[in-house]
C-alpha cells in the first residue's frame, strides 16, 4: 500500500523555520521524483520544490533563496526546510510523488501557518 505521510507543520511567527517531512513507503522512492505543492484558502495550487532522483532541485520563484527539499532515500523520506517564513506561506503543504512511469501519489498534507 502506497503511503506518503507528512509532518512538521505548525505555527510559527514571521521569521522563523519550520521543517516538513514525508515518509514514503509502497513505492520504489529513490527512482521517484519528489515534490512539495501548497494549497492556500481561496488560492490556486503551487508547487514549492522538486527533487530529482539523482538530487536536482528546483523551486518556485516565490520561495527561492528561503526553502531547501531534500531526500534520504536511505529513510525513503523528503524534507521541506522552510526559513525566513513569512504570512504568505501560510497554506497546508502536500507532498507529491512521481513514480516510475509516471505514476503519481499525494500526501493528506500538512498545515503551516505564519503569522504574528
Known amino acids: 500500500q502506497v503511503q506518503l505521510v507528512e509532518s512538521g507543520g505548525g505555527s510559527v511567527q514571521p521569521g522563523g523555520s519550520l521543517t516538513l517531512s514525508c515518509a514514503a513507503s509502497?513505492?520504489?522512492?529513490?527512482?521517484?521524483?519528489m515534490r512539495w505543492y501548497r494549497q492556500a484558502p481561496g488560492k490556486e495550487q503551487e508547487l514549492v520544490a522538486v527533487?530529482?532522483?539523482?538530487?536536482?532541485?528546483n523551486y518556485g520563484e516565490s520561495v527561492k533563496g528561503r526553502f531547501t527539499i531534500s531526500r534520504d532515500n536511505a529513510k525513503n523520506t523528503v524534507y521541506l526546510r522552510m526559513n525566513s517564513l513569512k504570512p504568505e506561506d501560510t497554506a497546508v503543504y502536500y507532498c507529491?510523488?512521481?513514480?516510475?512511469?509516471?505514476?503519481?501519489?499525494w500526501g493528506q498534507g500538512t498545515q503551516v501557518t505564519v503569522s504574528s
Open positions: 507529491n510523488a512521481v513514480a516510475y512511469r509516471g505514476t503519481m501519489y
Open positions: 509502497g513505492f520504489d522512492f529513490s527512482r521517484s521524483l
Open positions: 527533487v530529482t532522483s539523482s538530487d536536482g532541485a
